[in-house]
């Protein structure tokens, strides 16, 4: 990755924790400060495929998730982000660990949130999360990155190095080639660097949290049964029971059903009944993708993605949604007068992807992608890809992620 001199503007000052690491040799600790045991990897994806299945809200998914990586990759604090299926830009963070174990305060958490933007967007940097979601295997350390000299990176150099945990492990979670979330490891310079053995953990268990995230998407959307894009929620109990059907559901429900069902009395389509039958069964050894089924009908095809919200009562909480593809990832782009062809082109470039894999990507010559590219530039005023992110995506973006906006259960801002 080309190395990028230009300092970032945005100090830091280090907070001063108490924190103190238990070394890569000693075991994990959790929140309250107790040392817990080892696990092994097959443990910690067992556990982490329990935990998704529960649909929890993400920021309770996410606090439940670190403690349980801990167990197998010592760590110091790590810190959580879900991203835009379709850009892959940033759409949330959560820091609390960053936090709570004194690596930042919570008022230079928020530089720090600038600075890590920054080096993601605007800046040529190494082990961005764009750029793990397009590899093979989603994960890396900054110093395998930068070949051993984190200094050429710009993250480490002005927000990673002066914030005082130097070492890095990375991972972005991808499903099918869609990716959902990322996230920062840290260690402080005591704790000693990652290592290869720490990276091949995380990417064996990275499907898992995919799937997690995915799972915590569906279910805070249908939580909130409002929206532009909010799904049905159906909650029953061990003995199929209807206990809470939100109006979303409904004619979702209609869809499924031969004739018109009777919400009276508890009449359920078989697709629904037979999967809350299946994961009722199956609880304690069923992964998250064993959860989700998607069935025709006579309006188009329908997902079902189930969960067992709390182990043993048998109730059963089902999303219910149409089973569609991405929107486009922004109407500024029109508004500028750009093509959708044009949009296709930025959006990639959004995602850090060079003209030649933009070439493939779209099926177009390299020359056509460079003209794109340079009609871009003009219809929007920039000179350079950076600033074309900058003006057309994190405008957007960013306000959305400081307000803390709902994402939607394909991982959208849902702006109503």
């Known amino acids: 990755m080309e190395d990028s001199r230009a300092p970032l503007d945005v100090s830091i000052p280090r907070a001063r ?11 994990a600790v959790d929140n ?25 809200p993400r920021d309770e998914y996410f ?16 810190c959580w982000h879900t991203l835009d299926p379709h850009t892959r830009l940033l759409t949330s963070d959560a820091p609390a660990e960053l936090i709570e174990r004194g690596i930042y305060t919570a008022q230079t958490a928020t530089a720090a949130g600038e600075l890590l933007v920054r080096s993601e967007y605007l800046v040529p940097d190494s082990n961005t999360f764009a750029e793990l979601a397009a590899r093979r295997v989603p994960v890396g350390t900054l110093d395998q990155a930068t070949r051993g000299r984190p200094e050429r990176s710009a993250r480490y150099r002005d927000l990673l190095a002066p914030s005082g945990i130097p070492h890095e492990l990375r991972a972005a979670f991808v499903i099918r080639g869609r990716v959902w979330g990322a996230v920062h490891i840290a260690r ?12 091949d953990a995380l990417a064996r268990v990275a499907g898992a949290i995919a799937n997690g995230i995915r799972a915590s998407l569906r279910f805070d959307a249908a939580r909130r049964g409002s929206g532009a894009e909010a799904p049905g929620l159906i909650v029953v ?36 009944l037979a999967l809350a039958s299946h994961v009722r069964a199956s609880a304690g050894r069923a992964a998250v993708e064993s959860n989700v089924v998607t069935v025709p009908s006579p309006s188009g095809w329908i ?16 999303v219910i949604e149409p089973a569609s593809g991405p929107r486009s990832a922004t109407l500024r782009l029109e508004i500028n007068g750009v093509t959708a062809r ?18 493939e990507t779209l099926v177009l010559s390299p020359h056509t992608v460079s003209d794109h590219i340079k009609s871009l530039f003009e219809k929007l ?3 350079s890809r950076q600033e074309l992110v900058a003006r057309v995506f994190l405008d957007e973006y960013l306000p959305e992620v400081v307000q803390r906006t709902p994402l939607t259960s394909a991982g959208r801002f849902d702006r109503v």
Request: aromatic share 2%; proline share 4%; no cysteine.
């Open 17 to 27: 924790g108490s924190f103190a690491h238990a070394g890569a040799a000693l075991a």
């Open 32 to 56: 309250a400060g107790m040392a817990s045991p080892r696990w092994s990897v097959d443990r910690l994806r067992e556990e982490i495929e329990l935990l998704g299945a529960r649909g929890l």
């Open 63 to 78: 606090a439940a998730l670190a403690p349980r990586l801990r167990r197998v990759i010592d760590n110091d604090a790590s």
């Open 188 to 199: 402080r310079a005591q704790s000693g660097a990652f290592t290869q053995h720490d990276a």
């Open 237 to 272: 109990d061990a003995t199929n029971a209807v206990e809470l059907i939100t109006a979303p559901a409904r004619p979702l429900l209609d869809a499924l059903g031969s004739d018109a069902l009777a919400y009276e009395d508890g009449a359920l389509p078989a697709a629904v």
């Open 303 to 318: 997902t079902l993605h189930a969960s067992q919200p709390t182990a043993g009562d048998g109730r059963i909480a089902i």
């Open 342 to 359: 044009e949009r296709e082109v930025a959006t990639l470039l959004a995602r850090g992807l060079s003209n030649t894999d933009i070439a």
């Open 381 to 383: 005023g920039v000179a």
